[in-house]
């Protein structure tokens, strides 16, 4: 007898607020998302609510949304779970090497403070996706380097690529030439 297996089954919402509230319909496949979405979707992974200092304090918030020693979580409703991130977003510089006491490195340092969030999975409709700016993400950094946020990164790391100009012609290569009769056609020369 084969048994059944079991799949995480991801909600279809646009936002992981939408996503975790009750009631939404959830595929484990995204052909299944697409049928019930009546769209395209895509899949996200999205970290929400507050920070939160220790993993306890996170674990009672969420009842039930996510799987503890003391409590588990259907198969089907894996959707949830805690990360560990770093408080302040941004990790330390990389220690530089000091030659001093017959040391090479120094004391390492301190661990950057980290906080415990919620992060959500589910399928995201492609209508209910965040529009992209239209101009290309290396201007857009450049402009905004400071007043973009992780989201907005990540959002224009997934924008296609566009050109910077259009492509110029071709040069003639140094072993072709132009036929006499043909300028247009250019041909190996031997």
């Not at 979405?37 to 039930?64: H, I, K, M, Q």
């Not at 588990?72 to 510089?93: I, N, S, W």
């Not at 000091?98 to 399928?123: F, H, I, N």
């Not at 965040?130 to 993400?137: D, F, G, K, R, V």
């Amino acid at each position: 007898m084969i048994a059944a297996m079991s799949a995480i089954l991801y909600p279809i919402a646009a936002t992981p607020e939408e996503a975790l509230s009750p009631g939404r319909p959830r595929a484990s496949r995204e052909r299944e998302a697409q049928t019930l979405a009546a769209e395209p979707v895509s899949f996200e992974t999205d970290r929400f609510g507050p920070a939160f200092a220790s993993r306890e304090e996170a674990l009672s918030a969420y009842p039930g949304a996510v799987e503890d020693a003391g409590s588990a979580v259907a198969t089907e409703d894996r959707f949830c779970q805690l990360v560990q991130v770093m408080a302040q977003g941004v990790a330390p510089p990389p220690a530089q090497p000091t030659l001093k006491d017959g040391r090479r490195w120094p004391a390492p340092p301190s661990p950057p403070a980290t906080v415990w969030r919620l992060q959500v999975s589910y399928w995201r409709p492609l209508s209910a996706a965040p529009a992209l700016p239209e101009t290309q993400a290396r201007q857009t950094r450049r402009k905004a380097a400071e007043r973009l946020d992780a989201k907005a990164l990540r959002a224009l790391t997934r924008q296609p690529l566009q050109p910077v100009k259009p492509q110029q012609p071709l040069d003639i290569g140094l072993f072709e030439r132009r036929l006499p009769e043909n300028p247009s056609i250019i041909v190996p020369d031997e």
